[in-house]
């Protein structure tokens, strides 16, 4: 299966460019799922910009981080274990700051030319 056909069975928003689709996957990779359009959720009690159109937040009442990009939500439940609030932040920030600095490395941000 190629990376593009992973990416497409997942359900990912059509609207992401392919470098916050590549970002998405590697947030998806450590335990966040893509949850739905931002529009169709309330505002958090935090929220602070990561890097490249990502934020974190943790929605009030809730035991969740986001991560969201372009009004796409992805995020991570943490109810039922023991975690520590700046932890899963700094672990999310960089998740996201190692994935935008990569895409730049892989090769997929490059388009192939052909000629005949």
Known sequence: MTN??????????????????????QLIAQGFYYCA????????IFSESVTDGWSLSFPA????LDATCDNAIFSKNLEGREFHFQAELKAARKII???????HLTGLNHCQLSFL
């Open 61 to 64: 009442g809730e035991c969740f």
């Open 97 to 103: 700051r190692k994935a935008s600095q990569d895409w």
């Open 4 to 25: 593009n056909q992973s990416l497409m069975d997942k359900k990912l928003p059509c609207w992401l460019t392919k470098k916050q689709l590549y970002v998405a996957e």
């Open 37 to 44: 359009d931002a529009d169709d959720f309330y505002e958090p």
